[in-house]
């Protein structure tokens, strides 16, 4: 079992950044693929970004070449970079991860991102 735990959110102005981090617990975090999700008031929750166990990665078309996620296997941690923010990437951003099938979400760091 995977546990994550969301930190990093906050207020930032139009262009600027922030780096969301994904602690998560157990012993199968490097077995885990990971992934980030958003949800903005009054939308559903979408894909953002996915890095898997061979560091491969995925971006949705509206963040690619803007978010950048890492993960660190020895600190059982996931990142997410992300620069250039817009105000339609204000959500609350969720961790995600992926067991053998099985899925963790960790509870959402708020990001809000101003004009």
């Known amino acids: 079992q995977v546990q994550p735990v969301e930190s990093g959110g906050g207020l930032v102005q139009a262009g600027g950044s922030l780096r969301l981090s994904c602690a998560a617990s157990?012993?199968?975090?490097?077995?885990?693929?990971m992934g980030w999700y958003r949800q903005a008031p009054g939308k559903q929750r979408e894909w953002v970004a996915t890095?898997?166990?061979?560091?491969?990665?995925n971006y949705a078309v509206s963040v690619k070449g803007r978010f950048t996620v890492s993960r660190d296997n020895a600190k059982n941690t996931v990142y997410l970079q992300m620069n250039s923010l817009k105000p339609e990437d204000s959500a609350v951003y969720y961790c995600n991860a992926n067991t053998g099938g099985f899925h963790y979400w960790g509870q959402g760091t708020q990001v809000t991102v101003s004009s």
């Open positions: 890095i898997t166990t061979s560091d491969s990665t």
């Open positions: 157990g012993s199968l975090f490097s077995a885990s693929s």
